[in-house]
Structures are given as C-alpha cells and as structure tokens.
C-alpha cells in the first residue's frame, strides 16, 4: 500500500520537490523495485538529483550506476550539472567520492565551491585541508571552510600548526587559524597555538597576539597560564640573553671594530624593545583587566611621555603577582637595567661572557628575532678577524635569511684564507635565488 501511494505521487504529483523526495524514499526502503524506479530518472533533468542521491544512500546495487552519473555530471561544461553533483557529494558524504570533491573545490564557479568546501567536511579526507585552508582568504568561502576544518576536530591540528609556519599562507588565512585556536577548549588547540608561537618568526607572532588580543572572546585562566607563562618565560630568558651580550660588549676593552661595536649595541637594544613589546602583549592577555590594559598601552605608546611610561611601569609593577614580579625590572630600558646598583636575584642569570662566547650565542641561537641583529655580529666577527667562529658561520650560510647569508658571505672571506677552500664552501651560493647574495660570493671571490 505504502510503495502504491509513493509511486503514485512520483508519476502525478506536480512539485517537483515532493518528487524528488519520494525517489529518496524509495531508495531508502531498499526494494530493488524502488532502485528499478529511481534509476528511470536518471537523466531526467529536474528530478536526477534526487534520483542519484537516493541510490548512493541506498548502498545497493544501484551504487554503482548512481557513481558513473555523479562523475557525468561533476565533469560537465555545465555550470548547473557541476552544482548538482557537488550538492549530492555535500548529501551523501562518500569518502570514495573524494577525488570528485576536490576537483569541484577548485572550480570556477563559487557555489559549486561552496558545496564542495561543505562535502569535504563530511568526508574529512586530509588532501582537503590544504584547499579549505586556502578557501579561508574568500569572503564568501571562509565561514564555510571553517566550518569543514572543524568537522576534521584534532586531525587537523598538525596540518593547521605547518600552515602557520608556512610562508607561504596568507596572514588573513593565519588569522583565522589563530581564532578558531583560541576559541577552541581542546587542549590539543592549546598545544598546536602555543607551538606556533614558539616557532613563528617574531614579527608574525607580534601580529598574531595582537590579533588574539583583538577576539571578542574571553579564554579561561587555566587556559591562558598554560599558553603564555612558557612564552612569557622565554621572553624573559631571551632578554637576559640580550643583556648578557650588552653587558660583555659594555666591559670590552678598546678594538679596531668599537665602530661596528657601536651598531650592534643598537640593533640589540631595537632586538630588546622588541622582545619588550610581545611580552607587554603577552601580560595583557594573561591579565586583561583594564586598568592593566592602559598600563601597557602607555608603555607601548609611541606618543607616551618618559613620565608616562614610568607611571605605567610602577603601575604594572603593582599589579603583577609576586612570582612574575621580576618583569617589571626587565622591561626597563636596558641601560638602565645594567646600572642599577643592586640587581635582584632574578639578575644573576646574566653571565660574564667573555667576547667569543658573546659572539657564538648571538650566532648560533634561533631566538633573535631581528635578522639584522645577526648582520651585525657578522660584521663585527669580520672586523676581529675571530677565526675560531667560522665553522660556526659555515652554518649560516644555509640560513633562510639572505641578510644573513651574505654576511656569512663577507665574514668568510675574510677568516677562510685558503681560497680553494673558500671555492667550494661558497659554490652553491652562486645558485642563491637573491642576486646580492650572488654578487657578494662574486666580489669575495673576486671573480
């Protein structure tokens, strides 16, 4: 009686829709008389849709004729064809579809996209991720590629941690990774941001805690502590580094390089400053109340008086709870900080380096963030003459910087005196793809 009443509103009913749902039906009721009926109407124009779809739900025999018809069709020339199949892919979710679904993500037309980007979140195969992470840069894509990578839940982490280091994602697209991060309760989110962080070049990470300082959202201080205390301990770290190295340049005696001396002093105090500035960021997310939220902004204020920096400092100072008590001396200026008469105890970290230890921390480590920093060390290696460091340069001549590699160049040249030698530690520099760092290999060489 049922199976009468659906065959009759297939043949006689005027809505299509009503139609194409009843192909549905049937197909679900997984009578070989309902699949005989829906495969009729493959090819009709308005009701194939739901034909298709109700024989690929079905898993049936009908199965595989219904595959060869959505192939026609997600190939067609014809706009409304393509649409058709990435609507039915976007339906069934048919991971042996996913192929099919990648091919309709990169279409032409937009809603063909669309309809795609959302299939691809049911289906969750990882060939998409790369796709919906660049679907993240369209307007009209975005919320619905972010609603597909959160259907991929943790699988997506280790895609979406290198698509924030890649240099090659787009800053909006970054963005958008950093939020659904931030916002996300899952630990393992916690862990892929705080790892991204750690790793992303300093002014990206700049950016990217402004921007999560910018979200509408308020994250639980559990949530907070476990992310930013590592990264607001590293930056600490990092600025005793950089006063290590001030204070060994400070206390050297008189040198042919005093000059070069002189620009290193002031790219670390730039590099200090930096490093100043992403921890005040830091403090204000971990702290966001507002009367430490203007504090910071006075000291971040270009257009803030000395005395209004002071005021904010004292401020901070006030406010910061006993065990990070000891920021509030580091984010001093860092003359100020090596003539204090009495260091805290929290200062003893700062060694007595001697200048060729000064020179091979500053060379070796990751955590300088200014390339120009290391440009100058550079230089200043060259003017000594300080051979001891150069299988330690050799190394930098593979950096990602050409800042850097080209110092590297210059610095050679100087303490490699074999030229042979010197041929073959520079010979696939030649190849280098920026033409300075070409020319400098060149005029080292003298050729």
């Not at 299939?119 to 990882?126: N, S």
């Not at 600025?239 to 206390?251: E, G, H, Q, V």
């Not at 921390?361 to 230089?379: D, G």
């Amino acid at each position: 009686m049922f199976r009468k009443v659906l065959a009759d509103l297939l043949i006689h009913d005027k809505s299509l829709t009503v139609r194409s749902a009843v192909l549905r039906v049937l197909c679900a009721i997984g009578e070989k008389y309902a699949e005989e009926k829906a495969v009729l109407y493959m090819d009709h124009p308005e009701l194939r849709q739901g034909a298709l779809t109700g024989l690929l739900k079905s898993g049936g025999e009908g199965v595989l004729i219904a595959s060869e018809g959505v192939n026609r069709l997600a190939v067609s020339k014809s706009v409304r064809q393509r649409r058709e199949a990435a609507e039915i892919l976007e339906e069934t979710g048919i991971k042996g579809f996913f192929r099919l679904v990648l091919r309709l993500m990169n279409d032409e037309d937009l809603l063909v996209r669309e309809k795609a980007v959302l299939a691809a979140g049911h289906i969750k195969h990882p060939s998409f991720l790369p796709v919906l992470f660049r679907s993240l840069n369209s307007l009209e894509l975005r919320d619905k590629a972010l609603q597909a990578i959160k259907e991929f839940g943790s699988k997506a982490y280790p895609a979406i941690e290198e698509a924030l280091l890649s240099s090659e994602r787009t800053w909006l697209c970054k963005k958008t990774l950093v939020s659904f991060l931030w916002i996300n309760e899952d630990s393992g989110a916690q862990k892929v941001l705080f790892k991204a962080l750690k790793k992303t070049p300093f002014a990206l990470r700049f950016d990217i805690l402004r921007h999560l300082k910018e979200i509408p959202f308020q994250a639980s201080m559990h949530k907070r502590r476990k992310m930013l205390l590592p990264l607001i301990h590293m930056d600490e770290g990092q600025i005793m580094k950089i006063l290590s190295f001030k204070k060994a340049l400070d206390i050297a005696p008189a040198h042919e390089a005093e000059e070069v001396f002189e620009l290193l002093k002031k790219a670390l105090d730039k590099e200090l400053t930096k490093v100043q500035h992403s921890l005040l960021m830091e403090l204000t997310l971990l702290f966001p109340t507002a009367l430490f939220q203007n504090a910071v902004q006075c000291m971040l204020n270009r257009s803030s008086s000395p005395e209004q920096r002071r005021m904010g400092l004292e401020l901070i100072g006030d406010l910061l709870p006993k065990k990070l008590y000891s920021l509030k001396m580091i984010l001093k200026q860092a003359d100020v900080i090596l003539r204090e008469s009495k260091l805290p105890k929290e200062f003893e970290k700062i060694q007595e380096l001697s200048m060729n230890e000064a020179f091979a921390s500053i060379l070796k480590s990751q955590s300088y963030r200014l390339p120009w920093t290391k440009a100058c060390a550079l230089l200043a290696v060259r003017k000594m003459g300080e051979v001891s460091l150069a299988s330690l340069i050799e190394d930098m001549l593979t950096d990602s910087h050409p800042l850097i590699r080209e110092g590297a160049v210059w610095t050679l040249g100087r303490l490699v005196t074999d030229m042979d030698e010197l041929r073959q530690l520079l010979k696939p520099l030649k190849e280098d793809p920026v033409f300075a760092v070409r020319q400098t290999v060149l005029a080292v060489l003298e050729e």
